[in-house]
């Protein structure tokens, strides 16, 4: 048996419920991220930031640099720190070889 307090309760949580399904379709996430907002994002430094434009991202994959200013793409970085682009990479490059390959052993 449901007693009155319960079935308050329960229209309360409804009302909660419904107040964060709310929320929840207003938030957007960002894909183009400022150097602060990558910085933050992936817990580094801005310094740190610079440095692996400089030796590990890459231009027009990961960052774009537009009007002065650059803007890091936050699906590519995260590709980047699971390193999805690297096992893509690698079987682009087993495919291109296999081609090679296969073709040298036609002649």
Avoid: C, P
């Avoid at 307090?5 to 949580?13: A, R």
């Amino acid at each position: 048996m449901i007693d009155m307090e319960n079935i308050n309760l329960i229209k309360s949580i409804a009302q909660d419920i419904e107040t964060i399904k709310k929320s929840l379709s207003s938030i957007q996430v960002k894909r183009w991220l400022n150097t602060n907002e990558i910085a933050k994002y992936l817990g580094y430094s801005k310094d740190r930031i610079y440095k692996l434009k400089e030796d590990a991202f890459i231009e027009n994959l990961h960052f774009y640099k537009k009007t002065g200013k650059i803007l890091f793409d936050r699906v590519a970085i995260d590709d980047w720190v699971v390193g999805k682009e690297n096992n893509d990479l690698i079987q682009s490059k087993r495919h291109i070889v296999d081609n090679i390959l296969s073709s040298i052993k036609k002649i």
